[in-house]
């Protein structure tokens, strides 16, 4: 609400008596009248203004806003305001692609896959388009930056056929950069495709920018730097995320004439699940810990058996020799890149957060609402985790036993 602006000199010239003398006399009883200023409230007539007509109990409208005379100035400031769909951008008719071949293991962006999109928006600019090729369907691409989508259906156990398929598809979309993920299976890819293409490939790259890529050489003693070429994978954790407003990741509708595929020389793949309960702590997807908070164990074991997770605790039980030194997470324990944290009764001590900073989703019960853990969180439980753990251990038990009566 503007107000007018006060113009002390005039205020004075208009209260000023014309006595003729040569001092000035002002009549000090008219200021109210004087220019400038602003009306004094009337509360009661503003709230008798927001009273909802007809209701037997005194009902007021906080949301208008009522002057002294009666006058509804504005309706809007305490209207709920509705949250605003996050606007889509799209981009119609890029001028040219840059192809991102993520590793999406599970169907599901890594945290390096995300930050590759990142590159590949810094390469892409304005005018260009950025495209997910991946081996499988894949969520999550448009919110990491993507503005088209293919996604290859053959997931292929044989890398080679893999990289064929790849090369394939990169040949029709035609971008003009690809890149990919330096990790184990990414980086593998990239060179696959890169000698099936014929294509150099610029390796590890720790800047990704329209005007270069710089990577390190010689144990870091050489700072290698090129112009962007066709190939390049990028490092972990050298880039950040996309962090703009979600794109499309439009389908693209390429026409991929079934490939002649190379011979395979592997007879048969099996995936073999790994076991939650001894699978390194810095490898697990899910983690669920216990703290200070928690007294009894063999129900957390328990839980931490039937939500098929990998076990963790704080630095606390882990002194106390309750837990075994390996499930420690923190800054001197075991930093995690696990895709669910659940804390249960640890108050997140700044050397345990550094352990779980990297987990995508956090989960804690604490009895403390205040606690550094539970603001971290992303789901918080302000509850006795004793009381909490039984709970959903009778939850999964009735969800078992649903499904084996739907089975
Ligand atoms: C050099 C250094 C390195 C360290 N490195 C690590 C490390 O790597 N990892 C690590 O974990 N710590 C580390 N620490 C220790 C760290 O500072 C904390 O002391 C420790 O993390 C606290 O553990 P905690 O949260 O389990 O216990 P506490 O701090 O005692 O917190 C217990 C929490 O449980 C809650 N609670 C209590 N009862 C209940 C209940 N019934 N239900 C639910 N919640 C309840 C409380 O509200 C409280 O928030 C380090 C410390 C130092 C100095």
Request: aromatic letters at 2%; charged letters at 20%; glycine letters at 10%.
């Given at each position: 609400?503007?107000?007018?602006?006060?113009?002390?000199?005039?205020?004075?010239?208009?209260?000023?008596?014309?006595?003729?003398?040569?001092?000035p006399?002002?009549?000090?009883?008219?200021?109210?009248?004087?220019?400038?200023?602003?009306?004094?409230?009337?509360?009661?007539?503003?709230?008798?203004?927001?009273?909802?007509?007809?209701?037997?109990?005194?009902r007021?409208?906080?949301?208008?806003?009522?002057?002294?005379?009666?006058?509804?100035?504005?309706?809007?400031r305490?209207?709920?305001?509705?949250?605003?769909?996050?606007?889509?951008?799209?981009?119609?008719?890029?001028?040219?692609?840059?192809?991102?071949?993520?590793?999406?293991?599970?169907?599901?962006?890594?945290?390096?896959?995300?930050?590759?999109?990142?590159?590949?928006?810094?390469?892409?600019?304005?005018?260009?388009?950025?495209?997910?090729?991946?081996?499988?369907?894949?969520?999550?691409?448009?919110?990491?930056?993507?503005?088209?989508?293919?996604?290859?259906?053959?997931?292929?156990?044989?890398?080679?056929?893999?990289?064929?398929?790849?090369?394939?598809?990169?040949?029709?979309?035609?971008?003009?950069?690809?890149?990919?993920?330096?990790s184990?299976?990414?980086?593998?890819?990239?060179?696959?495709?890169?000698?099936?293409?014929?294509?150099?490939?610029?390796?590890n790259?720790?800047?990704?920018?329209?005007?270069?890529?710089?990577?390190?050489?010689?144990?870091?003693?050489?700072?290698?730097?090129?112009?962007?070429?066709?190939?390049?994978?990028?490092?972990?954790?050298?880039?950040?995320?996309?962090a703009?407003?979600?794109?499309?990741?439009?389908?693209?509708?390429?026409?991929?004439?079934?490939?002649?595929?190379?011979?395979?020389?592997?007879?048969?793949?099996?995936?073999?699940?790994?076991?939650?309960?001894?699978?390194?702590?810095?490898?697990?997807?899910?983690?669920?810990?216990?703290?200070?908070?928690?007294?009894?164990?063999?129900?957390?074991?328990?839980?931490?058996?039937?939500?098929?997770?990998?076990?963790?605790?704080?630095?606390?039980?882990?002194?106390?020799?309750?837990?075994?030194?390996?499930?420690?997470?923190?800054?001197?324990g075991?930093?995690?890149?696990?895709?669910?944290?659940?804390?249960?009764?640890?108050?997140?001590?700044?050397q345990?957060?550094q352990?779980?900073?990297?987990?995508?989703?956090?989960?804690?019960?604490?009895t403390?609402?205040?606690?550094?853990?539970i603001?971290?969180a992303?789901?918080?439980?302000?509850?006795?985790?004793?009381?909490?753990?039984?709970?959903?251990?009778?939850?999964?038990?009735?969800?078992?036993?649903?499904?084996?009566?739907?089975?």
């Amino acid at each position: 609400m503007t107000r007018t602006r006060r113009d002390p000199r005039a205020e004075r010239a208009a209260i000023r008596i014309a006595s003729g003398t040569a001092r000035p006399r002002y009549d000090r009883t008219a200021k109210g009248k004087a220019a400038g200023g602003r009306p004094r409230r009337n509360p009661r007539a503003e709230r008798a203004g927001q009273r909802v007509p007809g209701a037997d109990r005194p009902r007021y409208d906080l949301g208008q806003i009522v002057r002294s005379e009666g006058l509804v100035v504005s309706e809007a400031r305490q209207r709920p305001v509705a949250e605003a769909a996050p606007t889509i951008l799209v981009v119609e008719d890029p001028a040219f692609l840059v192809a991102v071949v993520p590793d999406a293991a599970g169907g599901r962006l890594s945290a390096h896959d995300r930050q590759v999109l990142g590159a590949a928006r810094a390469l892409a600019g304005r005018e260009g388009g950025v495209v997910v090729v991946s081996l499988g369907p894949c969520g999550d691409c448009g919110p990491a930056g993507a503005d088209r989508h293919f996604v290859l259906d053959e997931a292929r156990a044989d890398p080679d056929q893999r990289a064929a398929r790849v090369a394939a598809a990169l040949a029709v979309i035609s971008p003009r950069h690809v890149l990919f993920p330096e990790s184990l299976d990414g980086g593998d890819l990239a060179r696959r495709v890169a000698v099936r293409m014929g294509a150099p490939l610029f390796d590890n790259a720790e800047v990704v920018a329209a005007t270069g890529l710089v990577r390190p050489a010689r144990g870091r003693r050489v700072e290698q730097r090129a112009a962007p070429g066709l190939l390049a994978s990028v490092a972990p954790d050298a880039v950040a995320d996309y962090a703009g407003a979600p794109r499309e990741a439009r389908p693209l509708p390429v026409d991929l004439a079934p490939a002649t595929l190379p011979a395979s020389a592997i007879l048969s793949a099996e995936r073999i699940p790994a076991d939650p309960a001894t699978v390194p702590l810095s490898l697990a997807e899910f983690v669920v810990s216990a703290g200070n908070g928690i007294h009894d164990l063999d129900t957390f074991r328990q839980l931490v058996a039937a939500l098929h997770a990998t076990p963790g605790a704080s630095r606390v039980l882990c002194d106390a020799g309750l837990m075994p030194r390996q499930s420690q997470v923190g800054a001197s324990g075991t930093v995690l890149a696990a895709t669910c944290y659940f804390a249960l009764g640890i108050s997140g001590a700044p050397q345990h957060l550094q352990g779980v900073a990297g987990c995508e989703h956090v989960v804690a019960v604490n009895t403390d609402l205040h606690a550094a853990m539970i603001e971290r969180a992303g789901l918080a439980v302000v509850k006795d985790a004793q009381a909490v753990m039984p709970a959903l251990l009778r939850l999964l038990a009735q969800e078992a036993q649903e499904a084996g009566d739907h089975s």
